[in-house]
C-alpha cells in the first residue's frame, strides 16, 4: 500500500512559481510510475505530467509543456512538479498519483493511476 501526500500549493501572481512535492508516508515509489494531475471546479481531473520509475522519460500535456517541470527523488521517496510562468486557468486542486508497481505508463488517465494524495489547492490570480 502506498500513502502519498502533496505539499507546496498555494497563492500565486500569475507570472510567478510554486513547487509542488509528493512524499510517501508508506511504501516506496521506486518502484511506481509516477503523475501529476489536476481538477478544477465543475471540471473533470485531468492528466498534467507523468515520469518513469527511472526519471529518465517524462510526459506533458501540451499546454504545460515549457512551464512545468516533473522529477523525481527515489532516494528522498518523493516526486516533484516545478510550476514557472502560472497563469490563472492554472488554478486547480492538484494531485500526486502512482501507478502499480513496475507498470509502465507515462501518462494516462486517472483510471489507470492506483493510488493518490489528498491534494493540494493552487491558486493564481490575475
Known amino acids: 500500500q502506498v500513502q502519498l501526500a502533496e505539499s507546496g500549493g498555494g497563492l500565486v501572481q500569475a507570472g510567478g512559481s510554486l513547487r509542488l512535492s509528493c512524499a510517501a508516508s508508506?511504501?516506496?515509489?521506486?518502484?511506481?510510475?509516477m503523475a501529476w494531475f489536476r481538477q478544477a471546479p465543475g471540471k473533470e481531473r485531468e492528466f498534467v505530467a507523468g515520469i518513469s520509475r527511472s526519471g529518465s522519460s517524462t510526459y506533458y500535456v501540451d499546454h504545460v509543456k515549457g512551464r512545468f517541470t516533473i522529477s523525481r527523488d527515489n532516494a528522498k521517496n518523493a516526486v516533484y512538479m516545478q510550476m514557472n510562468s502560472l497563469k490563472p486557468e492554472d488554478s486547480a486542486v492538484y494531485y500526486c498519483?502512482?501507478?502499480?508497481?513496475?507498470?509502465?505508463?507515462?501518462?494516462?488517465?486517472?483510471?489507470?493511476?492506483?493510488?493518490w494524495g489528498q491534494g493540494t489547492q493552487v491558486t493564481v490570480s490575475s
Open positions: 498519483a502512482a501507478a502499480i508497481p513496475l507498470r509502465m505508463i507515462l501518462h494516462g488517465t486517472q483510471y489507470d493511476y492506483d493510488y
Open positions: 508508506e511504501g516506496t515509489l521506486s518502484s511506481s510510475a
